[in-house]
């Protein structure tokens, strides 16, 4: 089955311990992105990648790094998660640049930075 | 200024009547890609309709149709013959020229269909 596979689904972690996102997808897709999703902010980019070692900010990169060593997978690491990180983060990888079918999305880890 | 505008917060509409969900967007690109997309209370986001800014006719996916208005910069999308299961959060995004894969989110309308 076509899918974006994020892990974990939920996690409860103290201020300051670093911690990775996983994110992979077996669709073979060029783009994939990180988002953010806040209440009354809709969804806000943290990190893109048009290819394999190409990674660009997106609107919100702060408290965030990303790798693209391989095609399918893009890990989302906070290296010292603070409170302001609580949020629904999700995946998303799309075919090519221009396509129309947008973003394929995993179904989300919500983190909780206590 | 915001890329991406919807100015319903909420809406509560009955079942079986057509709904129409507002998106107006800023661009000074002549190329550009316009999404919708619908998350339920299970939280996944589910692709349901594009629109290019060439495209000519209006997109239409099956109960979904997307209102282009290029002169006015608006998207609406317009659910036809609302069911119970249309109650969601919907997202209007748009992406900006063809070469990158930047998509940019509106607020979100919550939709609330009632029986």
């Known amino acids: 089955e076509a899918q974006v596979t994020q892990n974990p689904r939920y996690l409860i972690t103290v201020t300051g311990k670093k911690l990775t996102v996983t994110c992979s997808q077996n669709?073979?897709?060029?783009?994939m992105s990180w988002y953010r999703q806040d209440p009354g902010l809709g969804l806000r980019q943290i990190y893109y990648s048009m290819n394999v070692e190409v990674t660009d900010k997106g609107d919100v990169p702060e408290g965030y790094k990303v790798s693209r060593k391989e095609k399918r997978n893009f890990p989302l690491i906070l290296e010292s998660p603070s409170p302001n990180q609580t949020s629904l983060y999700f995946c998303a990888s799309s075919l090519s640049a221009g396509s129309n079918y947008g973003y394929t999305f995993g179904s989300g880890t919500r983190l909780t930075v206590v | 200024a915001q890329k991406i505008t919807q100015t319903q917060p909420g809406m509560f509409v009955q079942e079986k009547e057509a709904v129409t969900l507002d998106c107006t967007y800023d661009t000074s690109d002549q190329s550009y890609g316009l999404f919708w997309y619908k998350q339920p209370s299970s939280g996944e986001m589910i692709f349901l309709i594009y629109q290019g800014s060439y495209d000519e006719q209006n997109a239409t996916e099956g109960r979904y149709s997307l209102n282009f208005q290029k002169a006015r910069k608006s998207a609406n999308l317009v659910i036809s013959a609302s069911q119970l299961g249309d109650s969601a959060m919907y997202f209007c995004?748009?992406?900006?020229?063809?070469?990158?894969?930047?998509?940019?989110f509106g607020k979100g309308t919550r939709l609330h269909i009632l029986p």
């Open positions: 995004a748009m992406r900006e020229g063809e070469r990158d894969d930047k998509i940019i």
């Open positions: 669709m073979n897709h060029e783009y």
